[in-house]
């Protein structure tokens, strides 16, 4: 069976400093991958996503960065944080036609 | 993809039916309706989906009206675990990218 996993579950970072979040997929090949975020109080909004190695689509303009050095690894990333980048941060994936398959979370604090 | 419309929040008593309402006027001839809920402080979880037929699973059914305009995803018995914001998505099938609204604020009351 397929699942995803996604860490840390909680941090808590000083502005400036970098983010690293991880997401991995196991049970399945070649998957759609998303990042997705949401703010205290706010919906959830598409930041990154891929459909294969390298493969990388910004939907919005941020201070975060993506990348997919392995078909089933998914990473987040930033240089340095700002206040305004805290928020729940979710991992996804989907294959051909079935339905997204979101990761527990990260919620993360810029302090 | 199909703009959809939802109720900002509904309350429904534990052990009755949850018929949660969505438009979706503009929907087109291959978009799909997805429902997703959203538990506190976890990540979307996908419930049902369909085209123009109603469906039924083990979480829930969902009807279509004829006209495809809106539909209704029904919680035959709501527990308390079903307390959480409920997305309607009109998307093409296999779409690669999913974008929520606001959804539906369900509280479930004892």
């Known amino acids: 069976s397929q699942t995803i996993h996604q860490w840390p579950a909680t941090l808590v970072q000083p502005v400036g400093s970098p983010l690293s979040l991880e997401c991995t997929v196991e049970?399945?090949?070649?998957?759609?991958l998303y990042w997705y975020r949401q703010a205290a109080g706010r919906g959830l909004q598409l930041l990154f996503y891929s459909v294969g190695i390298g493969q990388i689509s910004s939907e919005v303009p941020q201070n975060l960065s993506a990348s997919r050095p392995q078909d089933r690894q998914f990473i987040l990333s930033s240089k340095k944080l700002l206040l305004s980048d805290s928020g729940f941060y979710l991992c996804?994936?989907?294959?051909?036609?079935?339905?997204?398959?979101f990761g527990s979370g990260t919620r993360l604090t810029v302090v | 993809d199909a703009k959809t419309t939802q109720p900002t929040s509904m309350d429904c008593a534990e052990g009755r039916a949850a018929n949660l309402p969505c438009n979706h006027s503009t929907i087109s001839g291959n978009e799909y309706v997805y429902w997703y809920r959203q538990i506190h402080s976890q990540g979307p979880q996908y419930i049902i989906h369909g085209l123009k037929n109603n469906e039924t699973n083990e979480m829930a059914s969902l009807i279509i009206t004829e006209d495809r305009k809106s539909s209704t995803l029904i919680l035959p018995h709501a527990t308390l675990r079903d307390t959480a914001v409920y997305y309607c998505?009109?998307?093409?099938?296999?779409?690669?990218?999913?974008?929520f609204g606001q959804g539906t604020r369900l509280t479930i009351n004892p």
């Open positions: 996804a994936w989907s294959v051909q036609d079935r339905e997204h398959t």
């Open positions: 998505i009109a998307i093409i099938q296999g779409a690669q990218k999913l974008v």
């Open positions: 049970g399945t090949s070649n998957p759609n």
